[in-house]
T-cell receptor, first 112, second 112 residues
Framework: GAVVSQHPSWVICKSGTSVKIECRSL??????MFWYRQFPKQSLMLMAT?????????EQGVEKDKFLINHASLTLSTLTVTSAHPEDSSFYIC????????FGPGTRLTVT | GENVEQHPSTLSVQEGDSAVIKCTYS??????FPWYKQELGKRPQLIID?????GEKKDQRIAVTLNKTAKHFSLHITETQPEDSAVYFC???????????FGTGTRLQVFP
């Protein structure tokens, strides 16, 4: 089946710094990837849609200048959390589209 | 905006019993309704899905029913086993796009 990886699996960063999370489709090409945020014991909240070769589209309430998305190739989308603050601490999970959404294993971000 | 409600939030059953999880959605244009199983610390995995032109779909012990008029869809698990214990999320497409809005999740515990 289709496999999606994320890197890193967990990261700790200091407040004010930026952190980049990678999402890769390993055995298929994905023109569309999605980024979600999941708080502990809560649901997945769609943040943005990453489109290969074009700008990402953001859901209402998600700051595009804070969560920078780049989808430079058919197998890679990156999410950069800029000027991170403790309230950005969360579990970030991506998915790649191939008939259905295949999810990555997630990245746990802790901002100190 | 679009909304998906999911009930119950927790469900405990004895091994061998059936489990039913219900969701309602608000977007009448939604046409795709997947169900995901998420074990602790792992990625969501698709277990079954249904499209709006179908009323029921079954895959071994798992079935999903859809009532478009009432905007309800349900997951039915028969002959539950301890390994069915996980959090289950329903989701509905936003219109006829690939974007999904997720329900709040149901923590299912199957006791041996």
């Amino acid at each position: 089946g289709a496999v999606v990886s994320q890197h890193p699996s967990w990261v700790i960063c200091k407040s004010g710094t930026s952190v980049k999370i990678e999402c890769r489709s390993l055995d298929f090409q994905a023109t569309t990837m999605f980024w979600y945020r999941q708080f502990p014991k809560q649901s997945l909240m769609l943040m943005a849609t990453s489109n290969e070769g074009s700008k990402a589209t953001y859901e209402q309430g998600v700051e595009k200048d804070k969560f920078l998305i780049n989808h430079a190739s058919l197998t890679l989308s990156t999410l950069t959390v800029t000027s991170a603050h403790p309230e950005d601490s969360s579990f970030y999970i991506c998915s790649a589209m191939e008939n259905e959404q295949y999810f990555g294993p997630g990245t746990r971000l802790t901002v100190t | 905006g679009e909304n998906v409600e999911q009930h119950p939030s927790t469900l405990s059953v004895q091994e061998g019993d059936s489990a039913v999880i219900k969701c309602t959605y608000s977007d009448s244009a939604s046409n795709y309704f997947p169900w995901y199983k998420q074990e602790l610390g792992k990625r969501p995995q698709l277990i079954i899905d249904i499209r709006s032109n179908v009323g029921e779909k079954k895959d071994q012990r798992i079935a999903v029913t859809l009532n478009k008029t009432a905007k309800h869809f349900s997951l039915h698990i028969t002959e539950t086993q301890p390994e069915d214990s996980a959090v289950y999320f329903c989701a509905a497409s936003i219109g006829n796009t690939d974007k999904l809005i997720f329900g709040t999740g149901t923590r299912l515990q199957v006791f041996p």
